[in-house]
């Protein structure tokens, strides 16, 4: 140590002249003593972390381009870049591309750097530094729990303050023993293995919407994903770790904040947005929602109002699907989306795209919800679209009809406002009414009032907001003087994902209920469809997707049409089927027939509602 001083003594008022001869640094005799006692507080480890530092200043040329990745769950497409360099004055900014990449240079500086992105979804930033002789900076919820271990502060504050004091400690050394007890504590406190990787400099591709990333980014949405269930910020977890020195002390501070907030440790094997936790689950004809508590760890599902349990088993070939098989046999198959959002039903025919329908005698298929700690202050404010699929009390045999609705306006609140009947699904100028909305309630649900002429409606409904921040609700009838049964998919009035482009693929889950009219009692039948899609063209206005599916079948669906985050299907007088409609959000499509009567093609049309879910 106090050959180390005597050094940095020596530099005092004298140039050090870098490896490439164009950095060139000196230290005031104020420098030295502050640097002086940097060491005698850090010891013989800490100098020589602080020696890297100062030698790697001199040793890197004063422009520097910083690349790296940004995500925070998906790929963070146009988020604000800024950084920071130790020697430059002023940040550098730039904005990260689709992809999640960037590149940035600064000028007049060195590393140490700190990186910081805004998410534009969420509004929430991320954390990176870049040391040298290393020009990559990954930016992430996992490298903001390593700088948050590193600095021993909150990440945020040192960015706004970033100066001499924060740019020595990130430093190789600090960071490697960060990066060591962060990935301890995620191992040991949510069965998140990042184990011998470094996330601040390692290569991986960002997942995007439909499409998973890779194995590093796997683990960032199993962490964001399990945290969004739980309500719990990523800030939470940061906290945690500023004052936690060790792996042991790390991995105690997670394991605590995991079982307060009954963070879910276990997800389905190779799928990081399906963790176990409990589920509110209903579908067409349920007078209450079902909490399925699911463990992905022993792969069992059970119903807690029964105890009725189910067989968990993947699918084979479809990493985010899976089957339920109950005691007496049956068996159904769950397809999950990237925001978390399920929906199962029979078998998904593999071999035809109009299967035989299975006649029901109960809803036949289902929308899981996973359960979040909710309030109603936490539901949006703003215009939703709405899709029902319902029958009317009063009308012979009590057909099944499809309704789309508009909720909400600039003048609601959360949990309130005024709804609007649409015609079809393209003009919202129809009967119109107000909504309340109390709870939760304790299985988690919340319960909606609409005052009717003959008495009020009262509906239940599961709501859940994704870590994107987007919300999405399904409804189930209570009580009415109105209605028999009803079932509505409600989602915020936002632009809807068009997934690919032209050569592109995907591929989605979906099962349809139809009226079995022949049978004159409007008994539900139903049908599932596995379909790989190849994209064959895009339209711009409206924004459209003509795609055919491997039974050579072509169609054309309009996107954000007629409004924001619905889908329509234009009719086509050489098909049998009619338009439909349908609102999108998180991955899932809930869509119903807007015709009945007599099909373009001829023939009777039955009305039909539908739930896809496109598998990431």
């Known amino acids: 140590m106090p050959k180390l001083a005597r050094a940095l003594a020596r530099t005092r008022k004298n140039r050090i002249v870098g490896a490439r001869g164009n950095c060139i640094a000196r ?25 890297v530092a100062l030698l790697g200043a001199c040793l890197l040329p004063s422009s520097v381009t910083i690349t790296g990745t940004a995500a925070g769950g998906l790929a963070i497409a146009g988020g604000a870049i800024s950084v920071k360099c130790q020697g430059g004055a002023g940040t550098e900014t730039t904005t990260t591309n689709p992809n999640g990449t960037y590149a940035v240079t600064f000028r007049h500086g060195a590393p140490p750097c700190m990186v910081q992105v805004v998410d534009p979804a969420t509004s929430v930033a991320y954390y990176s530094a870049v040391t040298f002789p290393s020009t990559v900076a990954n930016v992430t919820p996992l490298t903001t729990l390593v700088l948050a271990n590193a600095l021993g502060q909150d990440p945020a504050g040192a960015f706004v303050n970033f100066s001499g004091s924060v740019a020595v400690r990130l430093n190789p050394f600090g960071l490697a023993a960060a990066i060591v ?12 293995n990042i184990d011998r990787v470094d996330p601040l400099v390692a290569s991986f591709t960002a997942a995007s919407e439909g499409s998973s990333g890779s194995a590093l980014d796997q683990s960032i949405d199993q962490l ?21 020195t060790s792996p042991a002390s790390a991995s105690a501070a997670l394991s605590s904040i995991v079982a307060a907030d009954h963070i879910a440790t276990t997800t389905l094997a190779g799928c990081p947005y399906a963790p176990s936790g409990n589920y509110l689950v209903a579908g067409p004809g349920s007078t209450s929602f079902s909490q399925l508590t699911i463990d992905f760890g022993a792969m069992v599902a059970t119903i807690a109002s029964t105890g009725q349990t189910f067989a968990i088993a993947s699918t084979a070939g479809s990493p985010c699907a899976y089957t339920l098989t109950s005691s007496e046999g049956v068996v159904t198959s769950i397809a999950v989306a990237q925001s978390g959002i399920a929906a199962g039903g029979v078998a998904p025919s ?3 795209f109009f299967p035989a329908p299975t ?13 979040q700690p909710l309030t109603v202050a936490d539901m949006p404010v703003g215009i939703f679209n709405g899709a029902v699929f319902a029958q009317s009390i009063g009308v012979t045999n009590q057909p099944w009809e499809n309704y789309f609705f508009q909720y909400g306006g600039s003048g609601s609140v959360p949990g309130a406002g005024t709804y609007v009947v649409c015609s079809g699904a393209t003009s919202c100028t129809g009967a119109t009414g107000t909504y309340t909305t109390s709870g939760p309630n304790a299985d988690g649900t919340f319960t909606e009032t609409v005052p009717e002429a003959a008495g009020a409606t009262i509906f239940t409904s599961a709501n859940y907001r994704s870590a994107s921040g987007d919300f999405i609700g399904v409804q189930i009838l209570k009580s009415s003087p109105v209605w028999a049964s009803w079932i509505q998919v409600f989602a915020q009035r936002a632009s809807a994902f068009v997934p690919g482009a032209p050569g592109g693929t995907f591929s989605n889950n979906f099962w349809i209920l139809s009226n079995n009219d022949a049978t004159g009692t409007h008994v539900l039948q139903q049908f599932g469809v596995y379909q790989a899609v190849t994209i064959d063209a895009v339209g711009a206005s409206p924004v459209s997707q003509t795609r055919t599916n491997q039974y050579s079948i072509t169609d054309t669906i309009d996107f954000n049409d007629p409004f924001a985050g619905m889908l329509l299907r234009p009719a086509v007088a050489s098909e049998s089927q009619p338009q439909w409609a349908g609102v999108t959000a998180l991955g899932l499509n809930v869509f119903g027939s807007t015709q009945t009567g007599t099909s373009p093609a001829g023939g009777t049309v039955p009305v039909f509602w539908g739930v896809s879910i496109l598998a990431p």
């Open 224 to 244: 964001m994903t399990v945290l969004n269930n739980a309500n719990v910020p990523l800030s939470t977890l940061t906290a945690a770790l500023t004052s936690s």
């Open 27 to 51: 230290f005031k005799e104020e420098d030295v003593k502050t640097k002086r006692r940097f060491c005698v507080a850090l010891g013989s480890t800490g100098a020589a972390m602080l020696l």
């Open 359 to 371: 006649l029901l005698s109960n809803q036949g298929f289902y929308i899981l919800i996973p359960v």
């Open 181 to 192: 007890n962060v990935s301890t504590a995620l191992r040991t406190a949510l069965n998140i």
């Open 350 to 352: 593999t071999t035809s």
